[in-house]
C-alpha cells in the first residue's frame, strides 16, 4: 500500500467484531507509590476507534502510553497485533513499527524539514528506498493539506499545521493503529478544526484509532465507544449514542456535565 | 508591507540625531558619566598607542644582527627573523623543514575544508583520517624515501597543532559516549561513565601530564617503553574527554523529553534516535561552550613543556637562550601570542557563523 490510501474496510464501518489488535488483560501501573492504571481490561477490534476521556489525573494518557511502551506497566498483559509488550527490546520495537503516535505537543523534529520528519522512520527503521519513502511522505502531506509546506522547518509552521505533519509522519509508518494524546488540547482554538478534520478522515478511511481528547463532538461523530476513566479505571463505556445521553454513574454525569457546560453546549444544571 | 504608502511613511521608527556629530552626542556624550568616560578612554588611547607603534614599527630594527637591536630603542623583528624556523619548528632536522611546513599548510587546509557543511555527513572523517595518516607519514618519515625523524626532535608548530587536533578529534567522540554513558540506565556503564569523568576533572592537567610521563613508565615491565609524546597526547585525550562530556550532557540535558519519545513512537532504536534525532540537536545548542572547550584546551597544550616537549612555547623560550639573543623576550612572546591568537580567533569567528547559519532556517 506504498502511498495509497488504505482501502476502507466494510467491517469497521459496522459495529461487527473482529479480531481484537489490541488485548490488555488486568493492566496495573504505579509512579512510585501512586497507583495510576488500577486494573484495567480492554480489547480493541482492527478498525475500530475508541474516545477516552476523563478528568485530568485519570490515567487515559498513561493508558495509551503502555500500549507503545513509553510507559512500563507493572502488573498485567498488554498485547498488540499478537506480540505482547514485556522487556524485551525487539518485541517493543516490533510493536513501535506497528504503532503511530500523535502527542500533544507535537514533538516534531525542529532540525528536520517536514519531509524529512516524515521519511526519517520509514527510511532508517522500515528500511524503503529513499525516492519511495520521499514519493509516499508527500502523497501523505497532500492528504493533511499541507504539500506545499514540505520544505519548510516545523518551527515556520502554526500549531495546527505542525500537528497535521506529526499525523503525516505517524502515518508515514503505515501503522496498523493510531494513539492520538490529547492531540488538539495545546492548540489555539482556530485550528482545532483543522486537525479533528484530518483525524475525521482517518476513521472514515477504517484506521484502527485510540483518542484520548475532551473534544466530545468529535467522539459522537467518529467514535465506535467512549470511554470514561476517573482514578486509573474505566468507569464506563459505551456507544456515544448511550453515553452522552444516558451515562450510567454518577461519576460520568458529573463530568459530562462538567465538560459540556465548558464547551457552551447548552445543558441544565440542577 | 501591503499598507498604503501614507501609513509606511509615519510608522517609520523615530530617527535618532543624525549626521557624525548626532552620533557622536547620542553614543559617547549623553550624560556626564559617559562622557567623562569618553575623554578618559580617549587619552588612556593617546598615551598608550603612540609609544607601541613607535616601539613595534617605527624604531623597530627588521634586519640585522643582535648588535644593531641593542642599539635601536624599537622591538627587535631581526630576532624572529633569525630564529623562526626554530620557534616554528624546533628541532627538526633542518634539510628536511619542508616536511613539518607542509603538514602546517595541510592542518590549515582540513581546517578550512571542515567549515564547509556540506562535507560534514560523508567526507569529514574520512578526509581527517587521510590527514593526519598523512601528518603522520610527514613527520616520521621513514616510508617513500623520506629519511626517519624520531619524535623526540619534533617540535613548535607542527606539535602544537598535533596534540591539540589529534586530542579533540578523538577526544570529541569519546566524551558523546561518555555523556551518553552518564545518562544510561545500565547502572555498569553510567557508573563507569561518572566515575572516568570525575576522576578526571577532579585533577589538574598538568599533574596527569606529571602522572603519563613520570609514574606510567615505573609500573610499565622493565624494557617497554612508551613514546612520550605518545604518553603526552593520551593524556590529553583523557582530560578533554571529561570535560567536553559534560558540555555535551549539559546540551543532552536542554533536550525535551517529546524528542525522544517521538523518536521512540516511531521504532528508531537507540543509536538512530540519538545519531540523527537528540545528538543533532543537542550539539548544535552547545557550540559556545563546546568551542570554549576547544579553545582552552587548544591553549593548555602550552603546559607539555613541563615534561620536556618541544611545543610552540618552549620552542619560544629556548630560542631566548641563545646567548648572543639574549633577552627580546616581549618580541617572542608576542610572535608566538598572534599565532595562538590567529588560531583561535578563527576558531571562535567560524563558530559563532556556524552558529547563526544552524538557526538561519530554523526558529526553534
Known amino acids: 500500500m506504498a502511498g495509497s490510501r488504505p482501502q476502507p474496510q466494510p467491517e469497521s464501518l459496522m459495529s461487527e467484531p473482529a479480531a481484537p489488535i489490541i488485548r490488555i488483560e488486568g493492566l496495573h501501573k504505579w509512579y512510585g507509590d501512586y497507583h495510576v492504571l488500577c486494573g484495567i481490561d480492554l480489547e480493541v477490534a482492527k478498525g475500530e476507534r475508541i474516545v477516552i476521556c476523563g478528568p485530568s489525573g485519570s490515567g487515559k494518557s498513561t493508558l495509551i502510553r503502555c500500549l507503545n511502551r513509553l510507559e512500563e506497566h507493572q502488573r498485567g498483559r498488554i498485547v498488540v497485533d499478537g506480540i505482547e509488550l514485556t522487556g524485551n527490546l525487539r518485541h517493543i520495537e516490533a510493536v513501535r513499527r ?86 488538539t488540547s495545546a492548540l ?67 463530568f459530562l456535565s462538567q465538560i459540556l457546560s465548558h464547551t457552551g453546549v447548552p445543558k441544565n444544571h440542577g | 508591507m501591503t499598507s498604503s504608502p501614507v501609513h509606511s511613511l509615519q510608522d517609520r521608527p523615530p530617527v535618532p540625531g543624525v549626521g557624525p556629530l548626532g552620533w557622536l552626542r547620542a553614543n559617547l556624550f549623553n550624560g556626564w558619566g559617559n562622557a567623562l568616560l569618553t575623554l578618559a578612554i580617549l587619552w588612556g588611547l593617546v598615551s598608550v598607542v603612540p609609544p607601541l607603534l613607535r616601539w613595534g614599527v617605527f624604531d623597530s630594527v627588521v634586519t640585522g644582527d643582535a648588535a644593531a637591536c641593542r642599539a635601536g630603542d624599537g622591538a627587535c623583528w631581526a630576532f624572529i627573523h633569525e630564529k623562526l624556523l626554530f620557534i616554528l619548528f624546533g628541532t627538526y632536522p633542518h634539510d628536511q623543514l619542508w616536511r613539518p611546513g607542509l603538514v602546517v599548510l595541510l592542518f590549515i587546509g582540513l581546517f578550512t575544508a571542515s567549515c564547509d557543511r556540506r562535507l560534514w555527513r560523508r567526507w569529514l572523517a574520512p578526509l581527517w583520517l587521510a ?49 551518553l554513558g552518564r545518562r544510561s540506565t545500565l547502572p555498569l556503564v553510567r557508573g563507569l561513565s561518572v566515575a572516568w569523568i570525575e576522576l578526571i576533572r577532579g585533577v589538574p592537567l598538568i599533574s596527569l601530564l606529571f602522572m603519563a610521563s613520570v609514574m606510567l613508565p615505573l609500573f610499565l615491565p622493565a624494557g617497554v617503553t612508551v613514546d612520550k609524546l605518545l604518553r603526552a597526547q593520551v593524556a590529553f585525550i583523557l582530560f578533554a574527554s571529561a570535560y567536553l562530556a559534560e558540555v555535551v550532557r549539559g546540551g543532552l ?60 612555547l618552549r620552542t619560544a623560550k629556548t630560542s631566548l637562550s641563545d646567548p648572543l639573543w639574549h633577552g627580546f623576550y616581549r618580541e617572542a612572546y608576542l610572535f608566538i601570542a598572534l599565532i595562538y591568537f590567529a588560531f583561535c580567533f578563527f576558531f571562535s569567528r567560524y563558530s559563532r557563523w556556524l552558529e547563526a547559519d544552524l538557526n538561519r532556517s530554523r526558529n526553534h
Not at chain 1, 139 to 156: H, N, S, T, Y
Not at chain 1, 209 to 232: I, N, P, Q, W, Y
Request: proline share 6%; glycine share 10%; net charge negative.
Open chain 1, 98 to 183: 506497528e504503532v503511530g503516535m500523535v502527542f500533544q505537543h507535537f514533538n516534531l523534529f525542529p532540525h528536520l524539514t517536514v519531509l524529512e520528519n516524515c521519511t526519517l522512520a520509514p527510511i532508517r527503521v522500515r528500511r524503503q528506498p529513499v525516492a519511495e519513502a520521499k514519493a509516499a511522505a508527500r502523497v501523505l502531506l497532500e492528504r493533511v493539506r499541507i504539500a506545499e509546506q514540505a520544505d519548510k522547518f516545523p518551527g515556520q509552521l502554526s500549531g495546527g499545521q505542525q500537528q497535521r505533519v506529526a499525523i503525516a509522519r505517524a502515518l508515514a509508518m503505515k501503522p496498523k493503529v493510531m494513539l492520538f494524546d490529547e492531540p
Open chain 1, 188 to 254: 489555539d482554538p482556530e485550528m482545532v478544526n483543522e486537525v479533528l478534520e484530518v483525524m475525521i478522515g482517518l476513521a472514515r478511511d477504517g484506521m484502527t484509532m485510540l483518542v484520548v481528547t475532551h473534544e466530545m463532538g468529535f467522539a459522537k461523530s467518529v467514535a465506535d465507544r467512549v470511554l470514561f476513566m476517573d482514578r486509573g479505571e474505566v468507569v464506563e463505556q459505551a456507544p456515544p449514542a448511550s453515553f452522552f445521553t444516558n451515562p450510567r454513574s454518577e461519576r460520568t454525569k458529573l
Open chain 2, 131 to 179: 590527514g593526519i595518516v598523512a601528518m603522520g607519514v610527514l613527520m616520521w618519515g621513514g616510508v617513500f624515501g623520506l629519511s626517519a625523524v624520531e619524535d623526540g626532535l619534533w617540535g613548535g608548530l607542527p606539535l602544537t597543532l598535533g596534540l591539540a587536533t589529534v586530542g579533540l578529534v578523538v577526544a570529541f567522540p569519546l566524551s558523546i559516549l561518555l555523556a
Open chain 2, 253 to 312: 540535558q536542554a533536550i525535551a523529553k517529546g524528542q525522544e519519545e517521538a523518536a521512540d513512537a516511531l521504532g528508531l532504536g537507540y543509536w538512530q534516535k540519538m545519531g540523527r534525532i537528540i545528538l543533532p540537536q543537542a550539539l548544535a545548542l552547545v557550540i559556545p561552550p563546546l568551542v570554549n572547550t576547544f579553545i582552552g584546551f587548544f591553549k593548555d597544550t602550552s603546559l607539555v613543556l613541563v615534561i620536556g616537549l618541544f611545543d610552540l
